[in-house]
């Protein structure tokens, strides 16, 4: 956290993170996640309206915000929302349907797939929102095409309604934050949407999604809405928020004496830890299988932590 306070306040005209406008009226801007590279975080500063206030989506950033409040340091900004002042206009583009329909009769897509982002693209224009915004990386290597896209979504991975799709030219692949490398999303859809009709030699080299075949693909998705078809947004709330809690503390609280006989090298030696619930603990219904949610994790107890 030391690092971050030093860091921001070294923020200035000559040294900032590359920031771009995404949504002026609302406040929303894209900026890299470090000084002098990697890819992009969605960030907010808003100074007036219902929804006034400052946001980053980096994790080390709200980590930070959490260690201000905590000291009452209420004007604290992190690096990312501290650029915002030498913030460039990011370029919005228009998708026009006859390049999304060459895309189908090139059979690069499905129709289902072009309905999805077609109803995406007048999502974002009944919100009055960017439907897709690039940022343009002068100076750098034009190896990367980074895109904010509109995503309606409030998710880990898309805290404003918006996620970063990112197309590597050289390795022929587009990336997105919402899915793993060979999962398909409606995002990707849309990069090679903006592909085909900004850069279609691009796409004439056959980039790839990175993602499986049509069944791999519908399996993903069903098994995205399986996921989200009781918590609608992220982080939960309300009601949600409460049973959540209360089942963790009915059903997943360790006893106390639980360190007192625990098998600590049989914990380590396990590559992966899942649940063993295999049915809804409310409505019985039978669970998907296991989601990988993080690679990093570690697990805390009174006299050990294990990463």
């Not at 400052?54 to 950033?61: A, I, L, M, Q, Y």
């Not at 993903?220 to 959540?244: R, V």
Request: charged share 25%; glycine share 4%.
């Amino acid at each position: 956290m030391l690092h971050d306070v030093r860091a921001s306040k070294d923020i200035n005209r000559q040294r900032h993170h590359a920031t771009y406008i995404i949504d002026h009226a609302k406040g929303i801007f894209c900026s890299r996640k470090y000084l002098h590279g990697g890819g992009f975080i969605h960030i907010k500063k808003a100074l007036s309206g219902p929804d006034c206030g400052t946001f980053c989506e980096s994790s080390n950033c709200i980590q930070s915000y959490e260690i201000a409040k905590q000291g009452r340091h209420m004007s604290y900004e992190c690096p990312h929302v501290q650029s915002v002042q030498y913030a460039k206009p990011g370029i919005e583009q228009y998708l026009t349907t006859r390049s999304l329909q060459a895309l189908v009769t090139g059979k690069l897509i499905t129709s289902e797939r072009a309905h999805e982002a077609l109803t995406l693209q007048a999502e974002a224009q009944q919100q009055n929102t960017p439907f897709l915004v690039h940022m343009s990386l002068d100076g750098y290597s034009q190896r990367y095409i980074y895109l904010s896209v509109y995503s309606g979504l409030t998710r880990y991975w898309s805290r404003l309604k918006r996620t970063v799709v990112t197309i590597d030219k050289k390795g022929k692949c587009i990336y997105c934050q919402c899915s793993p490398e060979k999962q398909t999303c409606k995002h990707k859809i849309i990069g090679k949407w903006y592909l085909n009709q900004d850069q279609p030699e691009v796409l004439s080299s056959r980039i790839e999604e990175r993602a499986g075949d049509d069944a791999t693909s519908e399996t993903a998705d069903n098994h995205e809405d399986n996921i989200y078809l009781y918590q609608k947004e992220y982080p939960p709330n309300g009601h949600l928020l409460e049973k959540m809690t209360k089942y963790i503390m009915t059903c997943k609280k360790y006893p106390a004496d639980a360190n007192s006989h625990r098998d600590y090298n049989n914990v380590e030696s396990k590559a992966t830890l899942v649940p063993k619930e295999t049915h809804c603990h409310f409505c019985h219904a039978q669970l998907s299988e296991a989601t990988l949610l993080t690679a990093t994790a570690k697990i805390v107890y009174s006299e050990k932590i294990i990463k």
